[in-house]
């Protein structure tokens, strides 16, 4: 698949539902970290923080070639069913897990950024 990695691309926030990138699978765990030890979450937050880590890293295996797009829209198909099905919401509603990981998963992008143009002046 055509998609470039969104440190390549950071003209505005990173979002699942309004890219076409994709992010690295550590920043995305380390995004994961953060929220799981800055919230207290009920069983319905873990879910909704599991479900957009499995989106998040299914678009990397896309983006990969790992997966065909087909199998991938499947995938994400399934997961946003199942998480409907069992918490009456949307994987993408803005609770506080969902902006919560957006916001720590930009910031690493952020930081990354901000490393690489100190380097680059050094």
């Known amino acids: 698949m055509n998609m470039v990695e969104y440190l390549k691309n950071p003209k505005k926030p990173y979002h699942f539902e309004s890219s076409n990138s994709f992010c690295d699978l550590k920043k995305i765990e380390k995004a994961k970290s953060i929220v799981q030890k800055k919230l207290t979450m009920k069983k319905a937050d873990i879910q909704q923080l599991e479900a957009i880590v499995k989106l998040e890293k299914l678009r990397y295996k896309l983006a990969k070639d790992e997966i065909e797009l087909i199998q991938y829209k499947e995938l994400v198909k399934n997961i946003d069913v199942d998480f409907f099905k069992e918490n009456n919401l949307d994987i993408f509603e803005n609770t506080e897990v969902h902006d919560d990981f957006y ?15 100190h380097l680059k002046k050094s």
């Open 103 to 117: 916001y720590y998963l930009n910031e690493e992008y952020k930081w990354y950024q901000l490393i690489q143009r």
